[in-house]
């Protein structure tokens, strides 16, 4: 059963991506372990926006994770986080919508603000309940096969993403947004990684 965890809709400003909306389906997740994904999700989710270039593509592994990445020509951008068996076509086509959607219901004023915008309540969950099916939606993403799967440029880790001589345990090491009880359990997590084999990093 392949599984859709969040969607966050960003703005890819000049030094630093904020969050303008974020949904969650964490149900899967134990209940102590929600709020931990909930702020990694979150601190993925900028990294990834700010190292990738403006109308780019992307899905990058991290640990058990896939995180989607799309960067709109206006840097408006979407990231969604996913298993790896879901499909990139169909998360980047949902993405497309998910931005188009958000465009037409927000002003580009508010998405430069630095805060969370007012609108677009409950949608990106909506979008997540939709799409957690990928055959259903595929069959839709195929009606609709304006997206190039060529331009989505897939790495193996999250590393491959970072700028040259950057590594992400420092840069969890060095985030205020992440608790102190977040950043063990991600050095905790990369350790279990990469003792059994199953590291991408």
């Given amino acids: 059963m392949t599984k859709l965890f969040s969607l966050v809709v960003l703005y ?15 149900s ?24 990738t270039g403006v109308g780019a593509r992307q899905s990058v592994k991290e640990a058990e ?3 989607h990445v799309f960067v709109r020509g206006d840097n408006l951008s979407v990231v969604c986080v996913s298993d790896h068996e879901y499909p990139p076509r169909v998360a980047h086509t949902m993405m497309q919508r ?4 958000f465009a037409g219901q927000i002003k580009p004023p508010e998405w430069t603000s630095g805060q969370e915008v007012t609108g677009f309540n409950g949608q990106l969950e909506v979008y997540l309940n939709k799409f957690q099916d990928p055959t259903q939606s595929d069959a839709m993403s195929r009606v609709q ?12 880790t999250i590393e491959a993403v970072l700028q040259r001589g950057e590594k992400l345990d420092d840069l969890v090491d060095k985030s205020e947004a992440l608790s102190m009880q977040s950043k063990a359990f991600y050095k905790t997590a990369r350790k279990t990684n990469s003792c059994c084999g199953t590291s991408w990093g």
């Fill in 65 to 67: 994770y896939m995180c």
């Fill in 28 to 51: 899967s997740l134990s209940f102590f372990q929600r709020g931990t994904a909930q702020d990694f999700i979150t601190f993925t989710s900028k990294i990834l926006v700010e190292r």
């Fill in 98 to 101: 998910v931005s188009e959607d």
């Fill in 145 to 156: 096969s304006d997206l190039d799967e060529t331009k989505i440029v897939l790495h193996s």
């Fill in 12 to 26: 890819k400003g000049e030094s630093a991506a904020h969050i303008l909306k974020a949904g969650w389906d964490l």
